[in-house]
């Protein structure tokens, strides 16, 4: 081998591609704000992609005479959304997001139908609640499909090969005490992320400024670590689960 041929090889990175990957969002925007890019990235690679949306996401809103114009707009986002990302939105429908059996029951069954090879959720420290309920959740129920039979698991077994948790405007990183966290490289899908959020969640507009620029400014860090422009962090889960798919 050529020296310049050597030095090609050595910046090469080997890539693992799940054949299916789940995003679990507390809010319609969460999938595109914290994955975006990374969703769009292995979608260009082949995996096949399913967002699990738990909530409305009502909150959207910053005045009251809006509440119910916004519902009939978050529909149309999901639509629109399902159209950007061309992949599979499941909508949960809850109000609020509580931890309960039926709902750990309903995400247990999810992922032993779809089967992921990857999982992305929220982090269980996150500041806000439906997002940390949904990550206890999805964390149970990860455990019960790799553990045990439960919820109707009889010959259902199914355990991920990479469990992560993403970052989030009400979990920054900087924060969890200990955290060791991996990036992937967005650098060619920033822009078309910011252009499906900005297309898509028109009804946030004002609610969500700060919270592009907080993604933005984000990125732009996490970038610079890995010596890109833009990136996305997540932290292994490893409990129940092995880690044998490295995001890149």
């Not at 069954?109 to 992921?116: A, E, K, M, T, V």
Request: net charge neutral; hydrophobic share 40%.
């Amino acid at each position: 081998m050529e020296r310049k041929d050597f030095l090609v090889a050595e910046k090469e990175i080997p890539i693992v591609v799940p054949k299916r990957l789940m995003v679990f969002a507390g809010h319609p925007d969460d999938e595109i704000v914290s994955c975006g890019g990374t969703i769009l990235k292995y979608q260009a690679l082949g995996s096949e992609i399913v967002v699990v949306v738990a909530t409305s996401g009502l909150g959207g809103y910053a005045k009251t005479a809006h509440k119910e114009e916004i519902l009939e707009q978050r529909k149309q986002e999901l639509d629109l959304v399902r159209t950007a990302l061309k992949c599979r939105v499941i909508e949960l429908g809850y109000s609020d997001l509580e931890v309960k059996r039926e709902i750990i029951s309903e995400v247990t069954n999810l992922i032993r139908d779809f089967r992921p090879q990857v999982i992305l959720l929220p982090h269980f420290s996150d500041f806000h609640r439906v997002h940390r309920n949904l990550s206890l959740i999805t964390r149970e129920a990860i455990y019960h499909c790799s553990t045990g039979k439960a919820y109707g698991g009889h010959e259902r077994n199914w355990t991920p090969l990479g469990v992560y948790y993403y970052e989030s405007p009400s979990c920054k990183f900087q924060y969890i005490e200990g955290s060791v966290f991996i990036i992937v490289n967005i650098e060619k899908y920033w822009v078309e992320k910011k252009e499906i959020f900005n297309r898509v969640y028109k009804s946030q507009k004002e609610v969500l400024e700060r919270v592009l620029d907080w993604a933005e400014d984000t990125s732009i860090l996490r970038g610079n670590e890995i010596n890109s422009k833009y990136g996305e962090a997540y932290i292994p889960m490893t409990e129940y689960t092995p880690l044998k798919i490295l995001l890149i």
